[in-house]
């Protein structure tokens, strides 16, 4: 149990589906982050919410959508993905603010857009 | 622009030998510096960390070692076991006062028994 938890662990969908990834973290953090990890690509920083505002995108396409109704949970909502979208998506929490805190992950969503 | 740099992709090492990872990094503003470790399917783990005001952080079989005049860090595992095999991200955080972090494309250790 890390603390972060992520659903569902794998999904399938086809390019014209709607389908949303979940993330809840238990740890009390102020901020949630998604990163894509692609094949033999670097984890790629995605969007930033500090207290449920977004404070970054890194230029994502707008068909992925995310969503943070409280501090505790982050959403990425997809709709008509491609077939490059397929990668693994990860989420994490960090505490904002404090000390040089680590950022903690969630175990990941394996998306494979058919 | 890779701010984070893993020029090693893959390294093999002998059971009971040192592992020896290295990442360089191009921005001088970083201050602080993260390991983390990531095998299949799941998220990457925290390992261990250093800051900027030291040159050595050891917890147990794992050492982080930082010059800063050369902007480069290493991360040493002795004994290395197994069960380190994974793949291990180096890491900072954005100089901005936020927190995401940026990570360099990884290493895949595989240690042989």
């Known amino acids: 149990e890390t603390g972060v938890t992520q659903t569902p662990r794998h999904l399938v969908m086809g390019m014209t589906n709607k389908k949303s990834l979940k993330c809840e973290q238990h740890?009390?953090?102020?901020?949630m982050y998604w990163y894509k990890q692609s094949a033999k690509k670097p984890l790629e920083l995605m969007f930033v919410?500090?207290?449920?505002?977004?404070?970054e995108n890194n230029s994502v396409p707008s068909r992925f959508s995310p969503e943070c109704p409280n501090s505790s949970h982050l959403f990425l909502h997809l709709h008509t993905l491609q077939p490059e979208d397929s990668a693994l998506y990860l989420c994490?929490?960090?505490?904002?603010?404090?000390?040089?805190?680590?950022?903690?992950f969630g175990q990941g969503t394996r998306l494979t857009v058919v | 622009d890779q701010q984070v740099k893993q020029n090693s992709p893959s390294l093999s090492v002998q059971e009971g030998r040192i592992s020896i990872l290295n990442c360089d990094y191009t921005?001088?503003?970083?201050?602080?510096f993260l390991w983390y470790k990531k095998y299949p399917a799941e998220g990457p783990t925290f390992l261990i960390s250093?800051?900027?005001?030291?040159d050595k952080n050891e917890d147990g079989r794992f050492t982080v070692f930082l010059n800063k005049s050369a902007k480069h860090l290493s991360l040493h595992i002795v004994p290395s076991q197994p069960g380190d095999s994974a793949v291990y991200f180096c890491?900072?955080?954005?100089?901005?006062?936020?927190?995401?972090?940026?990570f360099g494309k990884g290493t895949r250790l595989s240690v042989i028994a």
């Open positions: 994490a929490s960090s505490q904002v603010g404090g000390v040089n805190t680590e950022a903690f």
């Open positions: 740890l009390g953090h102020n901020a």
């Open positions: 919410y500090n207290f449920k505002e977004q404070t």
């Open positions: 921005n001088s503003m970083f201050d602080y």
């Open positions: 250093i800051s900027s005001i030291k």
């Open positions: 890491a900072a955080p954005k100089p901005s006062g936020n927190t995401p972090l940026v």
